[in-house]
């Protein structure tokens, strides 16, 4: 899937768990975010879909202080 990364969980320290694909980069992401029962080595995979209204709300409010810093207000 071309959306769909995967990543195996290095190590989790406290809270966090450390999560390292295949290119070698790090992920730390709360463990409160993984699914039950992961452990270190568990291979996981990641869907990355946008989320249209958040990003429309933050453009909207760049926007907005953009204009207020451009009015002088």
Known sequence: MKNQLK?????????KAVLIFDDGQKLIVPINKLPANSTAGKVLELNLIANEDVTEEKENLAKDVLNEILSGE
């Not at 195996?8 to 320290?13: A, F, K, M, S, V």
Request: glycine share 0%; charged share 55%; hydrophobic share 35%.
């Open 7 to 15: 990543a195996t969980i290095d190590r989790i320290e406290e809270d």
